[in-house]
């Protein structure tokens, strides 16, 4: 396999495309590009196959994310499909599975029940759920084809997570509803008016409703995430936040206000996480 893929690179079109990549991109980040493309496509089934190789070039170099390029991204581990109906998981939130894990820790849990608001790709209830096989983890999104998703994922690495298709800002409270030990979201926080702001890779490709408020308030999830939170966290249980670095203490204030204890975290670049 890895000599047909030698045979392959050694064509003129193949270097030319790893020039024009790291031309585009610049630097390391040219570099890191190429590097993905060319491990995913050993994988491919008929590796050296020109015309998916060109395809794949071509999406690049349009700013397509690489990752929605080859299909799948990696996260706490575990390779997960990605397509643009989900955000790309960021090496940021997994930061969250450890504060989650150190958590339970602390409190001596061996099982328990966690949701995941906004799932997305499934990343953040997949990876908890990966590490803490006796915990029942509920993952949740609005959207239809992210549940799909995630549901694929937690197939492909044999995870059992119950998908839910929900708005989290309806506000209709269930006299039944499970109770959580731990919420953890990752909600959308820009605001409409910071997309002037944005890399025009993430505007074009990722999904606008993962990534913005609907309304100007772009704290309008935060809000939402307390009330659920209010109706489904146990006594003494957690919920753990992504959240935009620029708005820490506004946020941690609405919790504030409400009476709950809030703490912001730097991540690992040192930003309010």
């Known amino acids: 396999m890895m000599h047909r893929i030698h045979d392959f690179a050694g064509q003129e079109p193949f270097k030319s495309s790893k020039q024009e990549l790291i031309d585009h991109f610049g630097g390391r980040e040219g570099t890191a590009v190429w590097k993905r493309l060319l491990e995913a496509f050993v994988t491919e089934p008929d590796p050296g196959d020109q015309t998916i190789w060109e395809c794949w070039i071509d999406r690049v170099l349009h700013d397509e994310p690489v990752q929605y390029v080859i299909g799948h991204s990696w996260f706490y581990g575990l390779k997960l499909e990605v397509n643009p109906s989900v955000l790309i998981p960021r090496p940021e939130t997994e930061e969250l599975v450890l504060w989650a894990n150190q958590w339970k820790r602390e409190k001596r849990k061996g099982e328990g029940v966690a949701i995941d608001w906004g799932t997305g790709s499934g990343c953040f209830a997949l990876a908890f759920k990966s590490q803490n096989h006796t915990w029942r983890v509920i993952a949740r999104d609005l959207s239809e084809d992210a549940i799909r998703l995630a549901a694929r994922n ?22 039944d509803c499970v109770k959580a030990d731990i919420i953890f979201s990752n909600p959308p926080y820009i605001s409409v008016g910071e997309r002037d702001q944005m890399s025009d890779r993430v505007l074009k490709y990722e999904p606008f409703m993962a990534l913005f408020s609907p309304k100007p308030d772009p704290l309008l999830f935060y809000k939402a995430l307390l009330n659920r939170a209010e109706e489904e966290l146990a006594d003494n249980g957690v919920m753990l936040l992504e959240i935009n670095e620029f708005r820490g203490n506004a946020t941690a204030l609405i919790f504030e206000e409400r009476g709950w204890y809030s703490r912001l975290e730097k991540d690992l670049s040192g930003k309010n996480r």
């Open 154 to 175: 937690a197939d492909i690495h044999d995870l059992k997570v119950e998908m839910e298709c929900s708005n989290m800002l309806e506000n209709r409270i269930k006299e």
